[in-house]
Structure formats: C-alpha cells, structure tokens
C-alpha cells in the first residue's frame, strides 16, 4: 500500500507505504502527515 499527496499552492509532494498494512490505516497516515505539513 502507499500514499500520495500534492499541495498545489506550494508544490509539495509526500508520498510513502508500508507493505503489510491496510488501506484504511495508509488513509490516515496520509491525512495526518498532510496537516502537519500545512501546520
């Protein structure tokens, strides 16, 4: 599994994964890595 975020006002990319997880868990490991990049 893995995840991918683009800001487009800033031209951020995050991406990452974890190969024994959910997709529910990799969700939310991006949602909570996307607020602290913003913070």
Same mark, same amino acid.
């Given at each position: 599994? $893995? @995840?991918?975020?683009?800001l %487009?006002?800033?031209?951020? $990319?995050? %991406?990452? $994964?974890?190969? +024994?997880?959910?997709? +529910?868990?990799?969700?939310? %490991?991006a949602?909570?890595?996307?607020?602290q990049?913003? @913070?």
């Open positions: 599994m $893995g @995840r991918h975020l683009t %487009s006002a800033d031209r951020k $990319g995050i %991406s990452g $994964g974890d190969a +024994n997880t959910t997709n +529910n868990r990799m969700e939310l %490991s949602v909570i890595e996307a607020l990049t913003i @913070r």
